[in-house]
């Protein structure tokens, strides 16, 4: 009976260390842009991407486009590679998330970076309701008018490097 509890704690043990390593998951890369994630029109844009140590490989994904690029971990890069745009246009402005590997896993997808190319378009006009100046914890609603025809806007906050707050249409 003795060996028979052994055996059984044994393969209980040997189990649970089995499906510890299946779980086991990279951690999320981070993706940017350099000089920014605003980009003028026909200038080159660098997409960075950042893995752990141990990657091997990554993969940038172009999302709405069937575009994916790979690269090998560069020698004397430890853990990011960078994704060059030669000449910034409407078509390679969008959503780009990228990925890595480490031995046969596959990391999670970054968070989105989106990719704007300027000096297509008008300057838009902004306008602030119920004015420009409100009182701290004041509801405020900007609005943005372009005459000519786009349907999507970023909107961002003066010196702040944060995400900026994208809507479509006329805001």
């Not at 350099?34 to 999302?63: D, N, R, V």
């Not at 914890?137 to 010196?159: Q, Y």
């Amino acid at each position: 009976m003795p060996s028979a509890l052994a055996a059984l704690l044994f393969l209980g043990l040997s189990l649970s260390q089995g499906t510890s390593t299946q779980k086991q998951s990279l951690s999320k890369p981070v993706i940017w842009a350099k000089p920014s994630f605003m980009i003028p029109e026909g200038k080159l844009a660098i997409i960075w991407c950042q893995g752990t140590h141990g990657a091997a490989e990554y993969q940038l994904h172009f999302e709405g486009g069937l575009s994916a690029f790979k690269r090998p971990k560069s020698p004397g890069m430890s853990n990011r590679v960078k994704f060059p745009i030669p000449s910034m246009t409407s078509q390679t402005a969008g959503q780009y998330r990228c990925f890595y590997r480490s031995g046969e896993l596959w990391s999670e997808p970054s968070d989105p970076l989106d990719l704007v190319v300027t000096g297509l378009y008008d300057t838009p006009t902004l306008s602030v309701q119920p004015r420009p100046e409100v009182i701290s914890g004041e509801k405020v609603t900007f609005r943005c008018r372009l005459e000519t025809a786009t349907s999507t806007f970023f909107l961002l906050k003066e010196g702040r490097s944060s995400r900026p707050q994208r809507r479509y249409g006329n805001i």
